[in-house]
């Protein structure tokens, strides 16, 4: 006879010891709860600038793994980026400022017109990619390049990429900029 295992302990303990948070489905949508978050505050602080400095509002594009912020010949992107699998673990978030026109205003050209005016293409003007980290809801934070780098929460994040962009405004020349 075989003796009996408590399997309530035995899976508790396991469980702990080699899945971490990261790993977990819940940590699935707190990924995009926190994804979310960022978005809010970064188009919450484009828009409140932008009303501060009277330019124009900025122009956002969203979906759940990205979001984009042109504020007139700037931009900023943020994008989730899977790596095989949709765990937190595995996924990168990168962050560009640029210097250009990324969300067109969605004015409506005919296909065939004649000559159109071309956009110069955007340069990039800052780049940086984070990694998440977290045992819990409560304790996520973004880590810049490895999981060693002190960590800031996605208000913070949001606050350092409008740092970033409104640097890239500032360094844009006076004719580039439409108030």
Do not use: K
């Amino acid at each position: 006879m075989i003796p009996s295992v408590s399997l309530e302990s035995t899976t508790a303990r396991d469980t702990s010891s080699s899945l971490s948070f990261l790993s977990s489905h819940r940590a699935v949508s707190v990924c995009t709860r926190e994804l979310a978050r960022l978005s809010d505050a970064l188009t919450a602080a484009a828009t409140v600038f932008a009303r501060e400095q009277g330019y124009e509002p900025p122009t956002t594009r969203r979906a759940p793994d990205r979001c984009i912020v042109q504020l007139g010949p700037v931009a900023l992107t943020a994008a989730w980026l899977r790596n095989g699998s949709d765990s937190p673990v595995a996924g990168e978030l990168m962050t560009i400022v640029w210097r250009g026109i990324i969300a067109p205003r969605g004015d409506h050209l005919p296909e065939r017109l004649g000559a159109r005016y071309v956009p110069t293409p955007p340069v990039e003007v800052w780049e940086s990619t984070f990694v998440a980290s977290a045992a819990s809801e409560a304790t996520w934070q973004w880590h810049e390049d490895d999981r060693e780098q002190p960590g800031i929460s996605s208000i913070d994040l949001a606050a350092l990429c409008m740092a970033q962009l409104r640097q890239a405004l500032a360094d844009t020349p006076p004719q580039a900029i439409a108030v």
